[in-house]
């Protein structure tokens, strides 16, 4: 359903007075995902994960140059083609609820939603009855604004604002941040739900240990590339095969809890070779040339000359 090949974002900024600098906050980066499929995108924080899905639906600043290949059903995603497709064939549910409009019930904003994907006026207001009883929202919430629900509810507009159209494709920035386990359980099992009836999902998120629970494949971010991706099966039978995923697992506290040492290098000033072999300890000089590219291990792909199946 997508393909993401060799992308690179680059954002040309100014640094003192006029002068210029180029930031590049995404490198290489690959990705596929089918239908019927939930991908997990992992990483730490500026990695290329946000940015990732704002590539994908074009809402990138316009000091954003962009290269590579994005592919969805097979064609390439334009500009042209990502205005006329956002929010009908590909929708977002974007990290923070402030994306909800403060002036408008969010009924109405769910009701937008369902007629943007070609829904009648009554096939609409239908639906969106039956979106917000799927998802456990009373029908009183539809005439409350957003500041008059709570944080859990309000994700859950946020999803329902997803699902309610008629979208094969749904990215999913952080939708478990800042929830109880109880909701965090539920709104993953929408995802899960979703890629159920055929729609593609890719999840972003920081919680691993959640993503692990619904993915069909984890793809391993780390200074705007793809490291990895693999079967999460993998993570806890140990078959992992980059140095970074690793450390990944082993730094969360039910784990090892052993940190990474080093920092993810910045983005204007990337090196050459492998971007995660100064923290490496696997790291010779043949890292140091070339950015290695993703192969295939077993049932994984990864970005490392040292990876042995």
Known sequence: MLSVQNLNVTFTMYDVGLTQKQLTAIVDLDLEVNAGEVVAVVGSSGSGKSLLAHAIMGILPHNAQVSGRILFKGSPLTPQRQATLRGKEIALIPQSVSYLDPLMRVGTQVYRAAQLSGLSTADARQAVDQVFSRYGLDLQVKHRYPFQISGGMARRVLVATAAIGRADLVIADEPTSSLNPELIVETLNHLRELAASGKGVILITHNLEAALQIADKVAVFYAGTTLEITAPRNFTQGNLYHPYTYALWRSLPQNDFIPVPGAQP?????????????????????????????????????RCIHAKG
């Open 266 to 302: 910045s983005p204007d000033g990337l090196p050459t070779g492998c971007l995660f072999s100064d923290r490496c300890e696997l790291a010779t000089d043949d890292c140091l040339i070339a950015r290695p590219p993703l192969r295939q291990i077993q049932n994984a792909q990864v």
